[in-house]
């Protein structure tokens, strides 16, 4: 079992709020993903990191920050939630090298 | 550049049967993974199986084997002795040196009772 763990599962929140979606890993892991879920199930990279104080956008456009103070969190956070922020997102972190990604179980936002 | 294609946005197989998810891919990369995640309904996504490019020999795990075609740039799944639990949406993904872990649109695969 993948120790990744994100928090909240669930977040309901009105427009206009601030908000941080939490992720952490216990596996040491330099590299560090955020992908958006549509509702389609695609996955589109909204931000990466290579290790501390390393952060790059993704290919999707995204109105998020992220930031790597730490190796072992990664928090994606949004200054003013709006409704077409509404979608899953999942964190994932990988050991240097061709590894694979482990995932943490997503957290599911609907702004209203 | 580097991209996953999964032409099948749906699958349905009998149980106990076998089938075949299609990927190709396409990157610049000369040393780079392939992988097959599970994500069922409403669940955490798992790796299913890994292949490293540099091996000719096809990676297999328990009910499920892989496909390498590494000319044609193509990365199947095979799913023998389905079961119902095998139901849940499927990605192939690349992954090189660099940072990008690409992931294909998904594969949806119904398993029938």
């Known amino acids: 079992e993948a120790d990744i763990y994100q928090t909240p599962r669930y977040l309901v929140i009105g427009t206009g709020k601030k908000i941080t979606l939490e992720c952490s890993q216990t596996?040491?892991?330099?590299?560090m993903y955020w992908y958006q879920q549509d509702p389609g199930m695609e996955l589109h990279l909204i931000h990466y990191?290579?290790?501390?104080?390393?952060?790059e956008k993704g290919d999707l456009s995204s109105e998020s920050t992220v930031s790597r103070i730490r190796t072992e969190h990664f928090p994606l956070t949004l200054e003013s939630a709006r409704p077409s922020h509404t979608s899953q997102y999942l964190c994932a972190s990988r050991l240097r090298g061709n590894t694979e990604a482990f995932f943490g179980q997503g957290t599911r936002l609907t702004v209203v | 550049a580097q991209t996953v294609t999964q032409s099948q946005p749906e699958m349905s197989v009998q149980e106990a049967e076998t089938v075949t998810l299609s990927c190709t891919y396409d990157?610049?990369?000369?040393?780079?993974?392939l992988f097959w995640y599970k994500q069922p309904p409403s669940r955490q996504m798992i790796l299913v199986i890994r292949?490293?490019?540099?091996?000719?020999q096809n990676a297999t795990e328990n009910r499920f084997s892989v496909n390498f075609q590494k000319a044609a740039k193509s990365f199947s799944l095979k799913i023998s002795d389905s079961q119902l639990g095998d139901a849940a949406m499927y990605f192939c993904?690349?992954?090189?040196?660099?940072?990008?872990?690409?992931f294909g649109k998904g594969t949806l695969l119904t398993v029938n009772p």
């Open positions: 990191s290579y290790g501390v104080n390393s952060t």
């Open positions: 993904a690349c992954g090189g040196s660099n940072y990008k872990l690409t």
């Open positions: 292949q490293e490019a540099y091996k000719q």
């Open positions: 990157t610049s990369e000369s040393d780079y993974y």
């Open positions: 596996m040491g892991h330099d590299k």
